[in-house]
């Protein structure tokens, strides 16, 4: 895993319920990689 899979754990772990596109925009990716 990397840093940026690393990111999105700590996202989710926080706030599960957050969008796909919510997620992207704060790990600085567009929503198709997430």
Do not use: F, K, W, Y
């Amino acid at each position: 895993m990397d840093e940026t899979d690393h990111q999105i754990l700590r996202i989710l772990q926080v706030n599960c319920s957050m969008s796909v596109s919510d997620v992207a925009r704060e790990v600085g990716l567009s929503p198709s990689p997430c």
